[in-house]
């Protein structure tokens, strides 16, 4: 496998280390330097596959210094690979700054598929995944995080984001407070890993399941909001349960006919929420 002078995108596992390509540990193993978020963190990875590759250091507080150097690099010739911490170089990790000027310098940015967060949970969701918006963190702060949530409120794409163990309450009670209780929203933390957990449930109840253990707010997290729907963002939850659960034993057609004579709903809407939750 030759690699030629240009720079790797290498996405590395975000858990399970079985989940890296046989092409990423070549391209890590072959090229001349390894440019690394945290070299520590990267260090256990590599050397978990004995990999000894030189390393250095390239994080949101160097890299539109050091993106020169490993440019001189690709002019001598040299090849450099770029990795985060965990997942896909870029996606809320730096990088934008180093490719860009990569490109523009001329040199060839070869991207190689791999692992990735986002992605990963949402095809675990049961949210629409034919359209989407990655959003990447929600800001630290409540009054910008309001106003980030409120400029998606009526988003009609499936809202995915990363979160922090210490902020995901307080953003869930933000998201209640913007879009209501009832909007359903689907919570994966650390996905690959040991303790991976799936969780979907509307706002609302959601936060008070994370509540009820502090075990359930540790680790990564990514939180993927149900789009915008204005006939289902009125269902009662009490109606969507229903439907729901009596999916489980008949089409959803008649599952939402007879739910929505219980609770006084329209059917057509109910089913509509089915099909786009997958029951």
Not at 225 to 240: C, F, Q, S, Y
Not at 250 to 268: D, R, S, T
Request: aromatic share 6%; charged share 25%.
């Amino acid at each position: 496998m030759s690699t030629d002078a240009a720079l790797y995108i290498v996405p590395t596992p975000i858990g399970n280390l079985n989940d890296i390509t046989q092409r990423a540990l070549q391209v890590l193993e072959q090229v001349s330097l390894i440019a690394c978020e945290d070299t520590r963190h990267s260090g256990k990875l590599f050397s978990h596959f004995g990999i000894g590759t030189k390393t250095m250091a390239l994080h949101d507080h160097n890299e539109r210094q050091r993106a020169q150097s490993l440019i001189n690099r690709l002019a001598d010739g040299q090849s450099v690979a770029l990795v985060s911490d965990a997942g896909t170089p870029l996606i809320s990790d730096p990088g934008y700054h180093l490719v860009t000027q990569v490109r523009e310098a001329g040199y060839p940015v070869v991207p190689l598929p791999g692992p990735c967060a986002a992605t990963t949970a949402l095809c675990a969701s049961g949210l629409p995944s034919d359209r989407f918006t990655f959003e990447g963190f929600l800001p630290a702060k409540t009054k910008a995080r309001v106003d980030v949530l409120t400029a998606l409120l009526e988003e009609p794409r499936t809202m995915i984001f990363y979160e922090s163990p210490r902020r995901v309450l307080d953003s869930l009670k933000d998201l209640i407070e913007v879009m209501g209780p009832e909007r359903q929203v689907v919570l994966a933390r650390e996905i690959t890993k040991s303790f991976e957990t799936i969780k979907g449930a509307p706002a609302g109840e959601l936060r008070a399941w994370l509540m009820e253990d502090d075990n359930r707010t540790r680790g990564e997290m990514v939180v993927m909001v149900a789009p915008h729907r204005p006939e289902a963002d009125a269902l009662p939850a009490e109606a969507l349960r229903t439907t729901e659960l009596l999916c489980a034993e008949l089409p959803l057609k008649k599952a939402a006919a007879l739910a929505a004579q219980i609770h006084g709903v329209k059917k057509n809407a109910l089913y509509k929420h089915g099909l786009e939750a997958g029951w």
